[in-house]
């Protein structure tokens, strides 16, 4: 309960789920993974990788703060920000989420952040969100609409 009689959550009371990835071309993919974060918490933060820390897979075409401001008008978010560009755990120790909800195939060990976190005095849940299946035949990553680009267009 409230003392202002709406209901809502103060911010300050608010638990804050985190959510984090690179966010290139965004598709429903993505509106799942964060509309399935924000339902683990009150105020979701994402945190949108720099391109120098996406080391697994091809660099982002867009550029970084383009990727913030697409990701940051997305309903479920309340706060979009790039990353730290060395330390990942720099802004889970400003935020002090009670949630990271990491997406359903994003190649974080839940067990290793766990232990990060410990490491760190940090106490936060590591929760895994759930994969997107639409009813139609979607072309769901950001990868495979690039591939598509180049394949139909190049
Ligand atoms: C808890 C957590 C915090 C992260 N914080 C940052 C960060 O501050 N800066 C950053 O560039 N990447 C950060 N990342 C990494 C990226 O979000 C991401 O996992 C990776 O670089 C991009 O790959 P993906 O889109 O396949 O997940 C973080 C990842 C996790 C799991
Ligand atoms: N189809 C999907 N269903 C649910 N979550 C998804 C889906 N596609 C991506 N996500 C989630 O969105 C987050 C950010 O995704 P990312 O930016 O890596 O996009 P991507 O489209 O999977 O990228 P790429 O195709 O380059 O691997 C990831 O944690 C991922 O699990």
Redesign the pocket.
């Known amino acids: 309960m409230t003392g202002d009689g709406t209901g809502a959550t103060p911010e300050s009371d608010a638990d804050i789920v985190v959510?984090?990835?690179?966010?290139?071309?965004l598709?429903?993919?993505?509106l799942?993974?964060?509309r399935?974060a924000k339902a683990m918490g009150d105020r979701l933060v994402v945190i949108v990788?720099r391109s120098t820390n996406v080391t697994h897979?091809?660099s982002?075409v867009v550029p970084g703060p383009q990727r913030r401001e697409m990701v940051a008008g997305l309903d479920p978010v309340d706060e979009a920000r790039l990353g730290h560009p060395e330390d990942i755990f720099a802004p889970i120790e400003e935020l002090d989420p009670a949630v990271i909800a990491?997406?359903?195939?994003?190649h974080h060990d839940a067990e290793a952040i766990r232990a990060a976190l410990a490491d760190r005095g940090i106490d936060c849940a590591v929760r895994r969100?759930?994969?997107?299946?639409p009813d139609y035949e979607?072309l769901?990553?950001?990868?495979?609409?690039?591939d598509r680009i180049l394949d139909e267009r190049g």
């Open positions: 959510a984090q990835g690179t966010f290139d071309i598709h429903p993919g993505h799942h993974y964060l399935d990788a897979k091809a982002p990491l997406g359903y195939d994003q969100a759930s994969a997107h299946e979607g769901l990553s950001s990868g495979r609409i690039v």
